[in-house]
């Protein structure tokens, strides 16, 4: 962790009032919490950029195990990536419909390639890819 710094920013009236109302309904005690956040938050997108940095993130995928054998391909799909997936949670949420979230780590480029196969296959109605980074360079 670094030292502190403190630094001041000039934003026009109207819109630093519609910040405070956003960060208050949010739960921010104050503006320093949320600017902190909102810059780790950019920082963490910009590190996502570079495919060659090891990364961690999860890929929400919603799929209906009946249709196009979507069950099989799902569990041989992610045997495949064994060495990026190092954890699965499956919940059976109806009588057709499975909610998975794969935890992945890895490079950034080997990432989004499993995450597009999954999300991409036949009979999976929706899915989504949410990065993070363990956050060396990041401070708290
Ligand atoms: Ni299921």
């Known amino acids: ?14 819109l630093l009032d519609k910040f405070d109302k956003l960060i208050t309904e949010k739960g921010y005690s104050n503006r320093s919490e949320a600017i902190r956040d909102m810059i780790r938050d950019y920082l963490v997108r910009e590190e996502w950029k570079d495919d060659t940095r090891e990364l961690v993130g999860t890929i929400t995928i919603i799929y209906n195990h009946h249709t ?15 060495k990026q997936i190092i954890s699965c949670l499956h919940v059976h949420l ?3 419909n499975c909610l998975e979230v794969i935890v992945v780590k890895g490079a950034a480029s080997e990432i989004k390639h499993i995450a597009n196969e999954l999300i ?10 949410v990065t993070t980074t363990t956050g060396g360079s990041l401070v708290s």
């Open 1 to 14: 962790m670094g030292t502190l710094s403190r630094f001041g920013v000039s934003v026009d009236s109207v």
């Open 94 to 96: 109806d009588a057709e």
């Open 68 to 82: 196009y054998e979507a069950a099989k391909k799902m569990t041989k799909e992610q045997h495949a990536h064994y």
């Open 120 to 129: 991409g296959m036949k009979g999976v109605m929706h899915g989504k890819l």
